[in-house]
């Protein structure tokens, strides 16, 4: 099925799987150490993630693993900074994501000239979230999540994920549907308080999450899910996770969020090539 997004009224055809490459600006951040959080430097890596084939840059002024620090709005847009602007000025065709889960913050960005809004909690952290994004009309990525912030990384076995995280998807598109929004995107949250075992089911049914009713988003980049069994770091799974995300994409998913966009790349021209969309 053919989807497209209405960013800022660019129209973003998603029948090619896109990548959105990621830019924390989080001094506390898992992977990268934090290495992009002043603007200069958040800015020369938005040009290397745009150079190797991302075409979505997802901005995070706050680190969300666990244990990390918890963040204010003010605290959010102040690490921000002139970052979305400065890359929106010297990337004009980059599409900028904000990755947030406070109202406050969207305000700012949308202010800033943000194309999408990446919200992990599904509106469950802030009660203003979808009236918010509503009303900025940008497209929205709703990830399946835990209720709170306190217990977002709780791990819970489930009977069914695929179940599970359908009912989830079908109860808040229609609360979104509602409220006038257009483009939906959907992301099963991976690394978010689910087994490895449901995590590896997730990837195996990718094609039932949603029931491709809306585009499918999956963020599996340097997950636990994939490391920890192998006994590896989380730079060290390369190889494994292009392998999953080669799996997913022939399950439907349209969006890759990503750290190594380089050999994402590579994985989906190869995937474009075999299904003669390239």
């Known amino acids: ?10 129209l973003v055809d998603l029948s090619s ?42 901005v995070g002024p706050q680190s969300t693993r666990p244990n990390a620090e918890f963040l204010s709005s003010e605290e959010e847009i102040r690490r921000i900074g002139a970052a979305i602007s ?29 194309d999408m809004v990446n919200d992990i909690s599904g509106g469950q952290f802030d009660d203003q979230m979808f009236d918010t994004v509503a009303e900025t009309k ?12 306190e217990t977002m990384h709780d791990k819970i076995k489930y009977e069914d994920i695929t179940l599970e ?22 992301d099963p949250g991976f690394g978010f308080g ?5 995590q590896m089911k997730m990837i195996d049914e990718a094609e039932y999450l949603g029931f491709q009713k809306f585009p499918l988003l999956i963020g599996i980049s340097r997950k636990s899910f994939i490391y920890k069994p192998l006994g590896k770091s989380p730079l060290d799974i390369n190889e494994e996770t292009q392998k999953l995300h080669m799996k997913v ?29 390239y």
């Not at 150490?33 to 020369?44: H, M, S, T, V």
């Not at 689910?194 to 449901?198: A, C, P, S």
């Not at 349209?254 to 299904?275: G, P, T, Y």
């Open 1 to 10: 099925m053919n989807h497209s997004l209405n960013c800022n009224g660019r």
């Open 17 to 58: 799987p896109k990548i959105m490459g990621i830019l924390n600006l989080t001094p506390d951040s898992f992977s990268d150490g934090g290495k992009f959080n002043n603007e200069k430097d958040a800015l020369k890596h938005a040009e290397k993630l745009l150079s190797e084939g991302a075409e979505i840059i997802d």
């Open 86 to 114: 400065q890359i929106k000025k010297e990337f004009p065709e980059a599409l900028i994501s904000l990755d947030t889960f406070y109202a406050e913050t969207v305000r700012f960005g949308f202010n800033e000239g943000i």
């Open 138 to 149: 940008l497209p929205y990525i709703l990830m399946h999540i835990n209720p709170s912030y």
């Open 165 to 186: 995280i359908n009912q989830y998807f079908s109860e808040k598109t229609n609360v979104l549907l509602q409220k006038g929004m257009k483009d939906i995107i959907l």
């Open 194 to 198: 689910k087994t490895v075992e449901d």
């Open 249 to 277: 994409l022939q399950r439907g998913a349209r969006i890759l969020r990503v750290h190594d966009v380089a050999e994402s790349a590579a994985v989906i021209k190869q995937f474009c090539e075999k299904n003669k969309k």
